[in-house]
């Protein structure tokens, strides 16, 4: 008897023990787990123009190049994005190609070096100035990104197998499609066989590469390189084309070429699909001498991922290249730090009338007016 009511008291204990180490279901309110929303940020700069001026103020004394003076004022933007991109609109070829600007372009391999060195991500490359020197300035320009595993270059090919393989890359668990194209090689002909090696601006290849994608991959982005010359508004032709391609999945496209910079707005397909639309940035830099072609953009989007949920947000940043009256030192700026301290300073004055800053900013009211004000604007202050 007395060993039954040991063993009870034992069990009572036990008992005790275990339920006071279990939480009763009710205890506590249970919560629904929310999955985090996934970012990437990308930045995004013109078409970086080098002219004999520009080439020539990167010379060392040593005799080679360096052109980060250039990128200082912008760093920071470009340091801190998930995804930095660049158009560069010469060939890389090299001294031994000779260096060249306008009109048949071929620049130093220093400057995708810098470009590299800059943080760059992504390099695009189908411009109307890609076949200045050819086939062997292209081929000299893969050589040269080939040796980066860490970047992408885009717009040109090695080979057929590379033209048809979407480049998609993953930044912080998000996928993107990118591609580039441009409308034009300036009427010098790919060779036959080779027709590869260059992204033309064809509809047809376009919708093909879009909707091939759409399925795989969180957000689509198109950079062409289209439009007309010194228009400060869209063709026709692009606004035609962009609404194509929003139609077909893109999230965002992002132009160049016309050396000016073009609106941004928010367009909508037929289907309901939604996109941003950057027309132009313009020049990142270059040693043009009418200030409407000093005037460049910095477009800056961040893409947000939340389980089924997929957004986008746009900024644009007006940027000025700033150059003395040697057409030396050369420097971006954003516009909101310029000054007419500057403008004073700067070698647009011999040819295109007294610089202010208010002179640029009068170009990019003019260029923004018509259009809405729901990208935000980095502008001033």
Known sequence: MKRFKIRLLWLILILCFLTSCVATPTSVEEGVYE???RTASMVVLGDNLMHMPVILD?????????YSRIFSKLRE???????????QETVLGGEEMGLSGYPMFNSPKEVGE???NEGFDVILHASNHIMDRGVKGIEATIDFWEGYDDITYLG????EEMKISPDIIEKNGIKFALFNYTYSTNGIPLPAGKEYMVNLLDEKKIEEDI???????????VFPHWGNEYWLNPSDGQKALALKMCEWGADAIIGSHPHVIEPCEWIKSENGNECVVFYSLGNFVSRQKDTQNLLGGMAGLEFSVKGEEKT???KFTPIVTQYDYNSRNFVVYKLKDYTDG???????????GVLSKAKFEGIFRKVFSEYPTNIEIEYSE
């Open 156 to 159: 040109i090919n090695k080979s």
């Open 114 to 116: 810098t470009l590299a």
């Open 77 to 87: 933007d470009i340091v801190n994005a998930d995804l930095a991109v660049i158009g």
């Open 58 to 66: 990167g010379k060392q004394e040593d005799g080679s190049y360096n």
């Open 342 to 352: 500057l403008a004073k300073l700067h070698g647009i004055n011999l040819y295109d």
């Open 211 to 221: 909707k091939s994608v759409r399925d795989e991959v969180d957000f689509v982005v």
């Open 35 to 37: 999955e985090p929303a």
């Open 312 to 314: 986008v947000s746009a």
